[in-house]
């Protein structure tokens, strides 16, 4: 029954990391902390580099002055 | 000045009902808890079948199976 | 499979109310868009009206002006 | 390390404007709590009008009443 | 830099439970979508079972009925 | 009516530091975005230090660690 929302940013992770990401953490949670992993739900927001900031600048921002 | 938050898997569903999922689920806070409607926001995030696991898996592996 | 996450101010209402509010929202989900109603969650986040702002004040701060 | 989460209706700012709210955003925790800015997050979802309900309505059947 | 929000039922998990999800969550973003753990950021949540629906029932409700 | 979600660790700041952030973001998203400050929600998230993680670890183990 437990919920994981997981936010990155968009286009980076192929189907299949994210598959094995939503695969292992219902797997953490299940020897953890005895969670049953038929109901655990997890939930990828996948964020536009425009829309996520840290520092004070987007992240488009931080690797166009890299 | 509630505010729903509502995760549904994208595609799958009208404008005309997610509409009366707004309609309904506002009244229903107004009518069990006396919420104001004209204050009471919903957000409704479509999430592609790649990026929601359940049961250790995407929705689209489990698709995918049947 | 639907996710609802509910914010409301904290401490005005009641186990009952709340249980009502979760019975009924999952029946629109199943009703509206054909959402299995046995993995619909649910969840309500109270939070303190020191913590919720709208139009730039605290609720506490606006109930102490009514 | 704060993290901030802004909902706001999509295609309605630019990348300028955006850029320039997660700056003041993270001025302001900073300036106000002392928050490190080098550790604070802000993440914007842009949500589609006929996603985002107040008032019992989405945003698309509102804007076409006036 | 990715932002792992977890909700989970409320008292049922240590702190040394919690703080072993964290670790080994990190480390999954970091060994299979290559996220650098410096900047990853987990959230618990927990959640009271009056306030947690599944079934259209919170999970209070389905326990007593066990 | 825009939405403001901000998670800061718990019992950090006073009810007046959170008004002011409140009040102060309310004001950049009108001011940068034109959004009305009437229908602007903030809803202030604190969280326990053992129920934060960064860099793998929990901010209850940073903090014991200095």
Do not use: C, Y
């Not at 109901?39 to 964020?47: A, G, L, M, P, S």
């Not at 580099?49 to 987007?58: A, E, S, V, Y």
């Amino acid at each position: 029954m437990p919920m994981i929302n997981l936010k990155i940013t968009k286009g980076e992770s192929t189907a299949a990391q994210k598959a094995q990401v939503i695969e292992e953490m219902t797997e953490v949670l299940q020897r953890v902390m005895g969670k049953n992993p038929e109901t655990t739900i997890v939930i990828i927001d996948e964020v536009e580099t425009d829309n996520w900031g840290i520092g004070g600048q987007t992240v488009t921002q931080r690797r166009r002055q890299t």
